[in-house]
Each structure stands twice: as C-alpha cells, then as structure tokens.
C-alpha cells in the first residue's frame, strides 16, 4: 500500500488550502482514511479521519474551519482547510489503517501559514 499526499504549501493566515492523498495497492474496504499533523516541538496528533461508511471525526481546534471528504472509486481522501491560522503550521500526514499490522502513512505535506 502507498499513500501519496500533495497540497501544502504557504498562505496567509485566513486563508485556504485543500490537501490530496491517494492511496494505491491492496486496500481492504473497510478502513479509516486520515489526517494527521505534527508541529515543530510536538507529538503528532489526529487532525480528522473518516471510517468508510461515513463516520466523521475532528479535532476540537479545526472543527469548523476544515472538512475531510474521500473519493471511494479513487481510494483519495481531501482536506480542505478554510480559515487557517499560524498554530496550524504543521507537517500533514496522511494515514489509512484497518488492522493493527495495516497501519500505512503518506510522506507528510507541510503547511506553513503566516500572521
């Protein structure tokens, strides 16, 4: 299984960037689909995630402000993250797990924003 993540980069804060990761190889049907993110100095930690069937989670400090999404007939998951702030500047990584010994992770994306 690979996982291909793209669309970080800098804005301003206020404003908006959508990140893509693609997942490739054998993928079992039922999974969670996820985004991460790890900032400077901190332990990574759980952004949103999206279990197949449509079960959603966000953390309290996007809720609001980012939307998870997945492309099923891609096996593609999107974050759009809206009224971005400076404490979202992190590494983003993309994760997609069914089983303890299924646990794949995309190379991380960074996303800087600017005050």
């Known amino acids: 299984v690979q996982l291909q993540a793209s669309g970080g980069g800098l804005v301003h804060a206020g404003g908006s960037l959508r990140l893509s990761c693609a997942a490739s190889?054998?993928?079992?049907?039922?999974?969670?689909m996820g985004w991460y993110r790890q900032a400077p100095g901190k332990p990574r930690e759980l952004v949103a995630r999206?279990?197949?069937?449509?079960?959603?989670y966000y953390a309290e400090s996007v809720k609001g402000r980012f939307t998870i999404s997945r492309d099923y007939d891609k096996n593609t998951i999107y974050l759009q993250m809206d009224n971005l702030k400076p404490e979202d500047t992190a590494v983003y990584y993309c994760?997609?797990?069914?089983?303890?010994?299924?646990?794949?992770w995309g190379q991380g994306t960074q996303v800087t924003v600017s005050s």
């Open positions: 999206e279990l197949s069937g449509g079960d959603i």
């Open positions: 994760n997609l797990w069914w089983s303890i010994s299924e646990d794949h």
């Open positions: 190889g054998s993928i079992f049907e039922i999974n969670v």
